[in-house]
Nanobody
Framework: QVQLVESGGGLVQPGDSLRLSCAASGRTISIHTMGWFRQAPGKERQFVAA????????DYADSVKGRFTISRDNAKNTVSLQMNSLKPEDTAVYYCAVSGRGFGSRRDPDYDYWGQGTQVTVSS
């Protein structure tokens, strides 16, 4: 089992930046890919970004490419999401997820463990 705890969400204005972090504990040796997903009210959960075992490769949804950066620290078992130039449409609950499979999937079922989520609200 792997436990994931997200932090760093909050209320910001359009154009602001925010950094989300996720700490993994438990059987972390099983983790290969780490990722972030988000779910806006009334919408399905969607892929945001993923990062491979050694910090590469990375993958981003088109909607966040160039604004968000995913990174990981394997020594601390953490994954972070730096979000810049935030837009109101980025408002959602953000979930950290990890997979024991190889890198490449954007699909929910391919991720084995999920955090509880952290709210990000972008509003003026």
């Amino acid at each position: 089992q792997v436990q994931l705890v997200e932090s760093g969400g909050g209320l910001v204005q359009p154009g602001d930046s925010l950094r989300l972090s996720c700490a993994a504990s438990g059987r972390t040796i099983s983790i290969h890919t780490m990722g972030w997903f988000r779910q806006a009210p009334g919408k399905e959960r969607q892929f945001v970004a993923a990062i491979g075992l050694y910090g590469w490769p990375t993958d981003y949804a088109d909607s966040v490419k160039g604004r968000f950066t995913i990174s990981r620290d394997n020594a601390k078992n953490t994954v972070s999401l730096q979000m810049n130039s935030l837009k109101p449409e980025d408002t959602a609950v953000y979930y950290c997820a990890v997979s024991g499979r190889g890198f490449g999937s954007r699909r929910d079922p391919d991720y084995d463990y999920w955090g509880q989520g952290t709210q990000v609200t972008v509003s003026s």
